[in-house]
């Protein structure tokens, strides 16, 4: 079974950046698609930024322009650097992944779109 695990999180000031980690493993195959998402106090969870085994991306138009995602080679750690960062980035994050092709999307990743859930790390920005 494929099992992800985050880490990175911690409590930044608002301007300051933060790289978030998240570690796969037990893929069976060759193919999966990576994202990330986050669920402030209260709130819904919601899609941040994902990443398709194509290379391309798609972000939340909240970050885009601030939180970058990406891959070792091997692919099997995935990343969100995010600078700039605004206390409305406070919330727990989370790494999700999807095994098999996906056709890349131009929006922000939805819960849906993803099978195996890691159990989130959190992120405080402190203004």
């Known amino acids: 079974e494929v099992q992800v695990v985050e880490s990175g999180g911690g409590s930044v000031q608002s301007g300051g950046s933060l790289r978030l980690s998240c570690a796969a493993s037990?893929?069976?195959?060759?193919?999966?698609?990576m994202g990330w998402f986050r669920q402030a106090p209260g709130k819904e969870r919601e899609g941040v930024a994902a990443i398709f085994s194509t290379g391309d991306t798609a972000y939340a138009d909240s970050v885009k322009g601030r939180f970058t995602i990406s891959q070792d080679s091997a692919k099997t750690t995935l990343y969100l650097q995010m600078n700039s960062l605004k206390p409305e980035d406070t919330g727990m994050y989370y790494c999700?992944?999807?095994?098999?092709?996906?056709?890349?999307?131009?929006?922000?990743?939805?819960?849906?779109?993803?099978?195996?859930w890691g159990q989130g790390t959190q992120v405080t920005v402190v203004s």
């Open positions: 037990g893929y069976i195959y060759s193919q999966f698609s």
């Open positions: 999700a992944t999807r095994e098999g092709y996906t056709t890349p999307w131009h929006r922000a990743p939805r819960i849906n779109d993803f099978d195996f």
